[in-house]
């Protein structure tokens, strides 16, 4: 399995309507409301680099709300 956490930055108000959007992504397992820098955090799995890219291009970050990523890969 590949992990990945992606740090969110969404439209002003619109975090309580994307973190229910990300969590109906296919592979997002969770999603946190945070403070700082960002705005949410997904936490994503997928069996393959390639599935989790798919979940990155077509599932997160096509999301209309969502101003930029930061992804973070888990290397263990």
Known sequence: MVKAFVMINVKVGTD????RQLRSVPNVIAVYDVYGTYDL?????AP?????????????????NIVSTHTLMSVR
């Open 16 to 19: 309580v309507e994307v973190a």
């Open 48 to 64: 393959t680099l390639a599935e989790l890219y798919a979940t990155l291009s077509s599932g997160v970050r096509s999301l209309e």
């Open 41 to 45: 955090i997904a936490e994503l799995e």
